[in-house]
């Protein structure tokens, strides 16, 4: 089967059983998946609470943005004035859609506000959780299709923007390192000189499963891999954390790397 096949089809990739096994807070979630969301959504808050002010105002893409996965986007909405989303597959664009119209079978992301605007932001303020998915919601102005494969990444959109937001996602499309460093050159496009990527990336791993369904995942051997690579596609300013994890079912990945780097000027 085709990549395009893999992530188009609910039998190779269902959109809502990604979420659920992946992207969780709850007791009855996979301690891996518990763990990584904690991670991502600490390292997201961290990141914006640093360097938010000086984003004020700024356009965001969250590319490869998967069935509505819009957590990167809380703790950046306050200093966003516009975010597009895009994400390769048609079904996990209309799962995004869901969300975003706030439609009654949409996936439930509000523990995951809860969790970063209650206990992170600690905002204790009643109506401080409904405020953020609204204005995620309205910040978010297009979904829009893209592809890491084709020479242009993301077409039909305004250019440039001051954040590429992108998880887990070149690690899921591309074939080799090569791929790799080819795919960050073109998102760098897609940013102004000056602008920042922010990504979590997966190190030593080669397969994600969605019920029980093996997915390829791009081997990154190490941490500096991904620094070569974004520095050979123009970023300078690289920082990361990580966190080790042993492999289990649901991958075989060892490390998990929350990755920021700036474009350099030209
Ligand atoms: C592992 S999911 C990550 C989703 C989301 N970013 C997250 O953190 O949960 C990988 C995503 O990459 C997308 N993808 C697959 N092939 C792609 C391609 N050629 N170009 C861009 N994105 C692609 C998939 O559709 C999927 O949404």
Redesign the pocket.
């Known amino acids: 089967m085709s990549?395009?096949e893999?992530?188009n089809n609910s039998e190779s990739?269902n959109p809502k059983k990604?979420?659920k096994t992946?992207?969780s807070l709850s007791s009855d979630a996979e301690p891996l998946a518990r763990e990584l969301t904690r991670f991502?959504l600490q390292q997201l808050h961290e990141f914006y609470e640093q360097h938010g002010p000086q984003l004020t105002g700024c356009r965001i893409l969250?590319?490869?943005?998967?069935?509505g996965?819009v957590?990167?986007l809380i703790s950046a909405a306050p200093y966003a004035s516009e975010i597009v989303f895009?994400?390769?597959?048609e079904q996990?664009r209309k799962v995004a859609e869901e969300w975003r119209s706030n439609k009654s079978e949409a996936l439930d992301l509000t523990p995951l506000f809860q969790h970063v605007v209650s206990s992170l932001e600690s905002n204790k303020d009643e109506n401080a959780v409904e405020q953020r998915e609204t204005s995620v919601r309205s910040l978010i102005t297009q979904i829009v299709p893209?592809?890491?494969?084709?020479s242009d990444?993301l077409r039909d959109v305004t250019l440039p923007f001051d954040v590429v937001s992108?998880?887990?996602?070149?690690?899921?499309?591309?074939a080799s390192v090569e791929q790799y460093t080819l795919?960050l050159q073109k998102l760098a496009r897609l940013l102004r000189p000056g602008g920042m990527i922010v990504m979590?990336e997966s190190i030593g791993g080669t397969f994600?499963r969605v019920e029980g369904k093996k997915?390829h995942?791009l081997h990154l051997g190490s941490t500096e891999v991904v620094q070569q690579s974004l520095v050979q596609a123009g970023f300078t300013n690289v920082s990361m954390k990580t966190m080790k994890r042993p492999p289990s079912e649901l991958n075989d990945i060892v490390e998990y790397a929350f990755v920021t780097a700036v474009l350099a000027s030209a």
Not at 86 to 89: R, S
């Open positions: 990549k395009s893999v992530y990739f990604y979420s992946f992207l991502r969250e590319y490869g943005g998967g069935p996965h957590y990167p895009a994400e390769y597959a996990n893209c592809d890491i494969n084709e990444a992108t998880h887990f996602c070149l690690v899921t499309a591309v795919g979590t994600y997915l995942n």
